[in-house]
């Protein structure tokens, strides 16, 4: 029995989330499927988290354990032959026993990225690319970077994010990712936004994040940054451990899970 | 009755190809529902000639006659906000009388994206991203820029491209784009390869092009690039005015329709 780490990058487009549903096309069922394929084995990777319908990843992780003693390059080349365009395994590790995806992981990355071509209200602006549009939120107000980076600079540190969680308590528990705290206490080690190929993107790191998490700052964000609301007001947003004080969740098509640690 | 010219992108990869089709998605029968629910009008756009499903356009033209006396600015907006993001309009142009986006067309360029991640057989090579996957030929074989160069040079001037043209000889006819000659004869303007991104472009500027014409060149020139097939041996492929004699069919996914010029 050997534990397999796999890092995979995939297009969240033509997918309905990570996790494995009947009938769907889900990556963790289409990955599921390629190791069947692949080795004749039935398991189940296990993720660092899920994604949602529409997110990205540049480097998510998976754990799962074989039987058969296929060497890591030759389970690498294969699974990609197996696999759709859609979803790229980038590393496969062979792993000591105790391993797990989403329980030994440390610090996770995300990126949001933002098309803001439209800059006057009621004018054309730029128009974004259909290229583009699966990867990007195609944001309709004008935004001051130095206004996004001022909210984003009042997450930085430990907090209570339960104002930034899905609502459903259950789910937002539910989803919850490592390190899994009972509360809505986490860790955020950068917060920061730069101008990248004509966009403005979010990185954020951090030692978990709960469900919805990114989006529901973006959506925040974006409502200081198009001065609806003072940067300032993000600390009271996190006091209130309420969704409603905090702003509305931005699509999911423009977040990518960049990377996990271990 | 005013003729509108529109210049459109689109991410060919949710469509079965441009023309209009009975219960399936493409982007005639999208842009004609578009206008449909803006206008009140059903009209069929003409385009400046069909793209196969897989093939992408960063302006592509379409022009159509409407009744109602709805302003440029506003129809270029209503449009697409009507529209799914996978097509932009990107220009709205009012036209005089004769105006039609096949006949009137002078010339048309295309570029075709290869990713060249696979340096050597049987290693691992670079992964193609899955967000750029849609979009490029992942090209298997190792590719020399100088030789692709070498073949392309050979297919400019006037030439018969019969043996680059889709082998059904009706199709070919029905599919041939501006002007229509009654032959395989096309005028070819710029045709070069440079180094983008990290991927290979080939460019092409012609008076017209036959039904596959670009994606068969391609699949020529990459025989070439491989060393399978010497770049003189173009000449002798033009000559043969045979289907049999040239290379495969290169994939849709890496054919973007750039201009039309009138």
Known sequence: ???????????????????????????QG??????RHVTGETVLPQGSGRTDTGVHALGQVASFALECGIPGENLHRALNRALPTSIRVL???AMTE????R?????????????????????????CSPMLAPYVWDCPLPLDLTLLQEAATHVLGTHDFTSFAASDPDRA???????VYATG?????RSCWQERDGLYVYSVTGSGF?????RNMMGTFVEVGAGRLSPDSIPGILAARSRSAAGPTAPARGLFLVEVEY
Do not use: C, N
């Not at 105790?98 to 995806?101: D, I, K, N, T």
């Not at 329980?103 to 128009?127: D, N, P």
């Open 30 to 35: 289409t990955l599921a499927a390629a190791i």
């Open 210 to 214: 709960l469900h919805h998490m990114v």
């Open 185 to 189: 206490v986490r860790r955020i080690d």
């Open 103 to 127: 329980h030994s992981a440390v610090r996770k990355s995300y990126e949001y990225r933002i098309f803001h071509g439209l800059v006057k209200r009621g004018q054309m602006g730029i128009i």
């Open 91 to 93: 590393a496969v590790e």
């Open 1 to 27: 029995m050997q534990i397999w780490k796999i890092t995979l990058s995939y297009d969240g487009t033509p997918f309905h989330g990570w996790q494995i549903q009947p009938g769907l096309a889900t990556v």
């Open 173 to 179: 528990t539910r989803e919850a990712e490592v390190p």
């Open 98 to 101: 105790g391993f797990h995806a």
